[in-house]
């Protein structure tokens, strides 16, 4: 029953302005922490709340903390996960993921970086320190333009391929770039 709510409101969401992640993107997450046992979750850019809870109702053990800057988009994820009841599992940090990330204690087994994709490179320090080894990052939309750049969208094409750069050089992580929605960067933290 929640999970054909949940897929509701994913629908929904796909038509909108602000589209929740691709479903073959989320199944493939669910199915990488399932693989992980990942109790401890945490997604940057949490949009309406959808991502973090279809985590909770996947895995009832897992705590996701969940990052979001919109305050609108934050009011809407509260009322979301109030609605299914997850509010005991789901923490809900508004504001700059720059300044909350900073302050993040632990080791989390999952990240979901789903944020603006200007600021990869910069959340990327404080998303290694937190993922434990053999923890999962997975960076969202980093094919976005795939099939050519735009010439207003430029610069942010080059700060994600300077992000797939940075992941791809960083000897700590194996990463591949699967075709996914609009590319998914699955980033296992190796040391």
Do not use: W
């Not at 999970?3 to 691709?22: F, M, Y």
């Not at 609605?83 to 700059?96: D, H």
């Amino acid at each position: 029953m929640e999970q054909e709510k949940l897929a509701a409101l994913r629908a929904r969401e796909r038509e909108g302005r602000d589209p929740t992640c691709a479903d073959e993107t989320l199944a493939y997450m669910l199915q990488t922490a399932a693989q992980i046992g990942a109790e401890r979750i945490l997604e940057i850019g949490a949009g309406k709340g959808l991502t973090s809870l279809a985590f909770a109702l996947a895995f009832p053990q897992a705590h996701i903390t969940a990052v979001e800057r919109d305050a609108l988009r934050a009011q809407t994820a509260r009322e979301n996960i109030a609605a299914f009841g997850a509010e005991e599992r789901i923490t809900l940090l508004e504001g700059e993921a720059a300044e909350i990330l900073p302050c993040l204690e632990g080791e989390y087994d999952l990240i979901f970086l789903d944020a603006a994709k200007v600021q990869y490179r910069r959340f990327f320090p404080d998303c290694k320190r937190l993922l434990r080894r053999g923890g999962v990052l997975f960076s969202d939309d980093v094919l976005l333009f795939a099939d050519g750049v735009p010439p207003k969208r430029r610069m942010l094409a080059r700060h994600i391929e300077e992000y797939l750069q940075m992941l791809s050089e960083d000897g700590e992580f194996s990463t591949e770039v699967l075709p996914l929605g609009a590319g998914l960067a699955v980033s296992r933290r190796i040391r």
